[in-house]
């Protein structure tokens, strides 16, 4: 029997291998070189212009958390949350579905809101909080507090924020939010949150490893 190898980026180490059947190997590369050569693309038209919307790396000592949303067709809504250190090596990702019927702008504070509460489980003294809600990321970054729907749970993400270190809260494009995205729509239990440590789940690895590629590339 033959075996090929899969290979993405971890906390304890750079590189993990996990050894699956030939076919299965040859089936990955292949999605991740038609995934990449999408990128490379999308890249080329967005310096033509002037924007770049892809995911990065955080600073040295800052772990980056995305978060993302996807409102179901059945009604209610995915939260997805992905963090990694800053040299790109997986942490921890997480999700949650919640029912009812949201805004778009309210199940993307949500999913901050999870990635705040999420942050509490590997302590990092300094976050980058990613989220391609721009909207909600001027609240935010303007400490907009009102009672609206949105406004509670605004002032319930500032709190958290104010119980931790530094933390940054950051806009990023969709492009950049890939990881977080397919969180969001895994297929989890209701209002409960899913965690996964060290390990990230199978369907994240190509993003995991691609944005690692695209990153070093610039």
């Not at 949105?150 to 990023?172: A, F």
């Not at 297929?187 to 690692?212: C, G």
Request: charged share 20%; proline share 2%.
């Amino acid at each position: 029997m033959s075996f090929g190898f899969g290979f993405y980026p971890t906390r304890l180490g750079r590189i993990r291998t996990n050894i699956h059947g030939y076919g299965y190997f040859c089936h990955l590369w292949f999605v991740f070189l038609e995934d990449f050569n999408r990128h490379q693309e999308r890249d080329e038209i967005e310096q033509i212009n002037g924007v770049r919307k892809k995911w990065q790396k955080s600073a040295e000592g800052f772990v980056s958390i995305t978060t993302d949303a996807a409102i179901l067709e059945g009604g209610g809504a995915g939260l997805g949350v992905v963090a990694r250190d800053s040299k790109g090596d997986f942490i921890l990702a997480a999700v949650k579905r919640v029912r009812g019927i949201w805004e778009a702008e309210q199940v993307e504070a949500l999913a901050m809101e999870l990635g705040i509460q999420t942050a509490t489980l590997i302590q990092a003294p300094r976050l980058v909080l990613e989220s391609d809600c721009q909207t909600l990321v001027l609240r935010l970054q303007n400490s907009m507090e009102d009672v609206t729907d949105m406004g509670i749970i605004c002032g319930s993400i500032q709190r958290g924020i104010r119980n931790m270190g530094e933390v940054r809260v950051t806009h990023i494009g969709r492009e950049a939010n890939v990881a977080a995205h397919l969180m969001a729509q895994v297929n989890a239990r209701w209002d409960e949150r899913q965690v996964w440590f060290d390990t990230p789940p199978l369907m994240l690895l190509n993003q995991l490893l691609l944005d690692n590629v695209i990153d070093s590339l610039n």
